[in-house]
């Protein structure tokens, strides 16, 4: 299945959900005239519904195995695309940017070089389990794009960057955080380091105008430098997952490729 036939077969399941919620709102009017056997036709469109995002699911799943993969590396040959292959738990937690939780998922992996710098992605899940009066609990810690990405250059003390206000994380790490004289960066961020002048060196006012560019373009967006590596953590991204409603298009993988791209041009402008 070609993406142009998967962009048209993912068109068609949209409209019939909108046709069968579309009818089913309407006969609730019949409620009013006492036809009660609107019932049944309700029931019916909530099936076809249901049943549409099963048969798209499979539809779906189907292109990322057959199809994705031919398409991502075929364009480039620098690049290779695993639906089952994730990072391994030790990888995320190793970074100490995101909580150890008890349930934890990878998947989607993307590994390769741009333009002579490796990196690796994937989609990550991580999650508690608690038990409350309620019964057992499932609280989602972090699900989104998780980026590890080569460095030009060697950070001798790790320098973390995460959303404003999280003064837990520097105190579980028994790090200090860190003020700029860049006041909107301040207010939009958390610096931690054991080592201020390592995070001065690194943050230079383009570097912090790219970081302030990035959350604004793709929201809670965390940040971790140590030895050659960079990490990138972003809250409630997932660019592997067709849902039925997002919207795919020829410039699908080209998107994936802009989103490393704006990543990577961070380790240039802090190189510079």
Not at 33 to 62: H, M, N, P, R, S
Not at 143 to 149: D, H, N, R, V
Not at 212 to 220: I, P
């Amino acid at each position: 299945m070609t993406l142009e036939q998967f962009v048209i077969k993912q068109k068609l399941f949209q409209i019939i959900r909108r046709i069968a919620m579309g009818i089913a709102l309407l006969s609730c009017v019949g409620f009013f005239f006492q036809q009660f056997w609107v019932i049944l036709l309700i029931v019916a469109c909530f099936g076809v519904y249901f049943y549409t995002q099963e048969a798209y699911d499979k539809i779906a799943y189907g292109f990322k195995r057959e199809h994705l993969k031919t398409a991502i590396e075929s364009k480039y040959s620098t690049i290779k695309y695993d639906m089952n292959k994730g990072f391994e738990p030790g990888d995320v937690y190793g970074s100490k940017l995101i909580e150890c939780g008890d349930i934890f998922k990878s998947e989607d992996m993307l590994q390769g070089k741009i333009q002579n710098t490796r990196f690796r992605t994937a989609d990550v899940k991580i999650q508690f389990e608690r038990l409350s009066k309620n019964g057992r609990q499932i609280i989602t810690r972090f699900s989104g794009k998780y980026y590890e990405i080569e460095l030009p250059f060697l950070v001798n003390s790790a320098v973390y960057i995460v959303n404003n206000g999280a003064e837990k994380f520097g105190l579980k790490l028994g790090l200090p955080r860190i003020d700029f004289e860049y006041i909107d960066f301040n207010n939009e961020v958390d610096v931690y380091s054991n080592n201020p002048e390592a995070a001065f060196k690194l943050l230079k006012p383009k570097a912090m105008e790219t970081i302030l560019s990035l959350r604004k373009k793709y929201g809670s967006v965390a940040f971790a430098f140590f030895n050659k590596t960079m990490v990138v953590a972003i809250e409630g991204r997932n660019s592997f997952e067709f849902y039925i409603h997002k919207k795919i298009d020829q410039h699908f993988v080209e998107s994936i490729e802009k989103e490393i791209q704006e990543i990577m041009d961070l380790t240039t402008a802090m190189k510079n």
